[in-house]
């Protein structure tokens, strides 16, 4: 599960909110509230901006999961009157998968607790939509870029019949119209279809079947890969690793 949730949902997610705060010029403030964080029990205060961290490990983002909604918080603080909405519904969507993620890492259930479990999924599948449109693969990027140059094309051939004075109105309508088109390919060809999207609808039906969640980890096989597998090739010679090596 801290897998799946840590390095599966969250590493996407991630992706989407620094794209999010790029796009609304919010990244410094994160940066900054990231490294103001104070020490406490349980709680490793990070050693990094957030952009310095190369590669996260399980630990470090569970650790992260413990402060990224105040974090984002506070990076999406005093919003203007066109970013009530959009940070309102981005943090909402954070929220409801840090309650997900909690709630399903208890090692008991209820009905009560699978209900409240079942209820934040919800709330994140309804809010996602915000992150959308930093779901862009690489050749629909390329399709969208090819779009907008072909439009550039066309506006720049109908600008050189239009007077000086009107050019500058006509050039904002004219990027505006490309955000509107580049928004409209991106909804009507982006989606949130991957698997470990998927599978945390199944999670009510384990509980119910199986028990508790945590109990299936994967911690304790990779730490006993770590104790036969890794430590024997560190003293093997690197050469017969799959038998034991014969001593003359």
């Known amino acids: 599960m801290p897998h799946l949730i840590y390095l599966g949902l969250f590493k996407h997610m991630m992706e989407w909110i620094q794209r999010f705060l790029t796009k609304h010029a919010r990244q410094q403030a994160f940066e900054d509230a990231w490294t103001a964080l104070p020490p406490r029990p349980g709680f490793l ?3 990094m901006a957030y952009m310095e961290v ?7 983002m ?35 998968l840090l309650d997900f993620t909690m709630m399903a890492q208890y090692r008991s259930h209820r009905p009560e607790t699978i209900s409240y479990m079942e209820e934040y999924a919800t709330q994140f599948h309804k809010r996602k939509e915000i992150f959308l449109e930093f779901r862009i693969s690489k050749p629909m990027q390329r399709k969208a870029n090819e779009s907008r140059k072909e439009l550039r094309r066309q506006r720049a051939q109908m600008r050189d019949r239009v007077p000086p004075s009107p050019r500058r109105r006509i ?5 505006e119209e490309e ?6 390919l991106i909804h009507s060809e ?3 279809n991957f698997v470990k999207m998927h599978v945390i609808g ?6 119910y079947m199986f ?7 994967t911690e304790y096989g990779e730490l006993g890969q770590t104790e036969h597998i890794k430590d024997g090739w560190r003293h093997s010679n690197k050469i017969y690793t799959a038998r034991p090596i014969l001593c003359s």
Request: proline content about 6%; charged content about 20%.
């Open 45 to 47: 205060v990070p050693k």
């Open 54 to 60: 190369t590669q996260w490990q399980g630990k470090q």
């Open 62 to 96: 569970i650790n992260l999961g413990c402060c990224l909604l105040g974090v984002l918080a506070v990076a999406l603080r005093h919003p203007d009157s066109t970013q009530v909405q959009p940070f309102r519904c981005a943090l909402t969507c954070v929220r409801s």
């Open 171 to 175: 050039h904002d309508d004219d990027r």
């Open 179 to 184: 955000n509107d088109q580049r928004m409209e």
């Open 190 to 192: 982006s989606n949130f």
């Open 202 to 207: 199944h999670f009510r039906d384990h509980i």
């Open 211 to 217: 028990g508790n969640i945590p109990i299936y980890s």
